[in-house]
């Protein structure tokens, strides 16, 4: 181990003497009240009655984050480092490096997903809406091409979420596929844009060989309205989403492909739709407000019923300095269950919450 960690100081000082390096960080406290209804709490009375319950958390975030900018010339790369893991040991959250070629640059490593959709909402280690109107496909390795003039095609390690009723060990048969657009003027931003993932099975191997295709569209618009107001929305559509790691309307099976049991070759798919809506107005350089709504679904030709789940949020956020103070209240509704049980809708839940966000940059 020691030698590993003198390698990796002795690269970063030969670097050091020809490239620009900037480290930088973010240290994210978060401090909660929640309140969850007799559906979502888990928790009953003396009399086997489920109740409201109300606790409070107070952690730090897991993607408070280290990282480091390198800078020379034509050539960037990035490393950041955060505790996503849940525990005590520290993990990789960013590894690229970036190449300009003039009017186009080539992205080689572990990067955000561009199609990635993010509000402001830091409740819950910056949920972001996701699952609740925006959608979230993580940071994967990948080889991204960016044009200058707003076009971009990457071709990123596939995440297989084995359809229900199927092995745990599908193949890929192609990379996934992000392509999409970014276009502005002075007022006006929209960025459209496609992911696309299939993978199968060996029959040989596991006795059925069922393929899955998943994709989502997206369009993300942002529109200055003043100086002051800005106005952001954002919609999607999907199938098959949860096969490729984009979190659903809600946390089951329900949001993946499951095998057809009457034709193991083939799988019923699920529809995912959602979007959200935030509008943020800057009272001063230090200080702005945001409310946001999102709302999500999906469908499915044998449910009885379109799951709903839905959530939205109101801030404050004040900057002193390099410290972020960050007071929040919201709701999150988790919907019923995509089936019926004796003619009557299993409700998931809601939740009520308040607290804030204390965040440093450094």
Excluded at 40 to 63: A, C, H, W
Excluded at 92 to 101: G, P
Excluded at 202 to 223: C, E, I, Q, R, W
Aim: proline share 4%; net charge negative; glycine share 10%.
């Amino acid at each position: 181990m020691k030698k590993v960690i003198f390698s990796a100081l002795l690269v970063v000082l030969c670097i050091s003497l020809f490239a620009q390096i900037t480290p930088y960080g973010s240290a994210r406290v978060g401090y909660w009240f929640e309140n969850a209804d007799e559906d979502k709490s888990g928790v009953k009375d003396e009399n086997g009655e489920p109740i409201s319950y109300m606790t409070s958390r107070y952690f730090l975030q897991t993607n408070s984050r280290f990282g480091v900018n390198f800078r020379q010339d034509e050539f960037a790369a990035r490393v950041e480092l955060d505790g996503n893991n849940g525990s005590q040991a520290i993990g990789l959250r960013l590894l690229w490096a970036r190449q300009s070629f003039g009017s186009w640059s080539l992205l080689v490593g572990q990067e955000e997903v561009v199609a990635n959709q993010k509000t402001t909402q830091v409740w819950d280690s910056d949920l972001n809406m996701n699952g609740y109107g925006a959608v979230d496909g993580g940071r994967r390795m990948q080889v991204r091409m960016d044009m200058d003039n707003g076009f971009y095609a990457a071709l990123i390690q596939p995440n297989m979420v084995a359809p229900s009723g199927s092995p745990a060990e599908p193949e890929f048969l192609f990379p996934m596929i992000n392509l999409g657009y970014n276009w502005k003027n002075d007022k006006i931003a929209v960025a459209p844009t496609l992911v696309f993932q299939q993978f199968g099975y060996n029959k040989d191997k596991h006795g059925d060989d069922p393929s899955v295709m998943s994709y989502l569209f997206s369009v993300t618009a942002d529109f200055s309205a003043t100086d002051e107001l800005l106005v952001r929305a954002s919609f999607n559509y999907g199938s098959n989403t949860g096969n490729m790691g984009y979190r659903g309307p809600y946390n089951t099976a329900g949001w993946k492909a499951k095998t057809n049991p009457n034709d193991d070759t083939e799988t019923d798919d699920i529809a995912t739709l959602g979007g959200w809506l935030t509008a943020r107005y800057a009272l001063n350089p230090n200080v702005n407000f945001t409310g946001g709504f999102g709302l999500a679904m999906s469908s499915n030709e044998d449910w009885d019923n379109d799951p709903t789940r839905m959530g939205f949020y109101v801030q404050a956020e004040m900057r002193f300095q390099r410290l972020r103070f960050i007071p929040e209240i919201g709701m999150m509704d988790d919907g019923v269950q995509p089936m019926k049980v004796a003619d009557k809708d299993i409700e998931n839940g809601s939740l009520f919450y308040f607290g804030t966000q204390l965040r440093l940059d450094f």
